[in-house]
């Protein structure tokens, strides 16, 4: 693992990749208009665990949210069904997810939104 993170930058690079990561995830939130939501205070977010809810018309579309993770199985996004105690949709960027796993991530939300949005 020490050999792993040396090769990725040592723990400032890692720290750097999991800022950027966390990032683009909750710019895709935090820019959808209410569509994806996280009611979790920006200052103590975490990097690493972004529980998201689906929303539409003003409340949870938990129908919506089963669309979501069936479709993302399909792209090769998987694990990213909520805690069985909240639901929604968790996404996890652990070490091993790579800026380019969550930039595949962060275009599927987006199109998904684009598909699916509500007038």
């Known amino acids: 693992m020490c050999e792993w993170t040396k090769k990725h930058?040592?723990?400032?690079g890692m720290n750097q990749l999991a800022e950027n990561k966390a990032n683009l995830v909750y710019e895709t939130?935090?820019?959808s208009n209410g569509f994806y939501t996280n009611s979790i205070e920006k200052?103590?977010?975490?990097?690493?665990?972004i529980p998201l809810r689906i929303v539409t018309n003003g409340t949870v579309?938990?129908?919506?949210?089963?669309?979501?993770?069936?479709?993302a199985v399909k792209s090769?996004?998987?694990e990213l069904k909520g805690h069985r105690a909240v639901g929604g949709?968790?996404?996890?960027?652990y070490n091993g997810i790579s800026l380019e796993e969550t930039n595949q991530l962060v275009?599927?939300?987006r199109t998904f939104q684009q598909n699916n949005k509500q007038d």
Request: charged share 25%; no cysteine; net charge positive.
């Open 9 to 12: 930058g040592g723990l400032k």
């Open 29 to 31: 939130i935090d820019q």
């Open 43 to 49: 200052n103590v977010r975490s990097r690493v665990n």
């Open 61 to 71: 579309n938990e129908k919506l949210e089963s669309v979501f993770l069936s479709e």
């Open 76 to 78: 090769n996004l998987i």
């Open 89 to 93: 949709i968790r996404i996890s960027l």
């Open 107 to 109: 275009q599927f939300m």
